[in-house]
């Protein structure tokens, strides 16, 4: 069983910052690519960022030089910083992972975390 549990939303003031984790743990043999994803009210959810095994990463145009992607494969964990918030950005942010386990790959996603950029 796998599980990808993310933190660090919450309510910002445009301008501001933000740093979203997401730790997966269990029976992992090979975490593969990692990603972020959100989806605003009445929205399609859309790919954010994106970093693969080797740290090759991409972004969606709307937040490329305002968030960075990393990650600590020691720990399992995948990062989004976020800067210079808009209220645009609100969503719930979800977490996405291409987790092998044994001999089979699949995707995972966690349960995803409120980002609200408001005044």
């Known amino acids: 069983q796998v599980q990808l549990v993310e933190s660090g939303g919450g309510l910002v003031q445009p301008g501001g910052s933000l740093r979203l984790s997401c730790a997966a743990s269990g029976s992992i043999s090979r975490i593969n690519a990692m990603g972020w994803y959100r989806q605003a009210p009445g929205k399609q959810r859309e790919l954010v960022a994106g970093v693969t095994s080797g740290g090759s990463t991409n972004y969606a145009d709307s937040v490329k030089g305002r968030s960075t992607i990393s990650r600590d494969n020691a720990k399992n964990t995948v990062y989004l910083q976020m800067n210079s918030l808009e209220p645009e950005d609100t969503a719930v942010y979800y977490c996405?992972?291409?987790?092998?386990?044994?001999?089979?790959?699949?995707?995972?996603w966690g349960q995803g975390t409120q980002v609200t950029v408001s005044s």
């Open positions: 996405n992972a291409d987790i092998t386990t044994g001999f089979f790959g699949h995707v995972y």
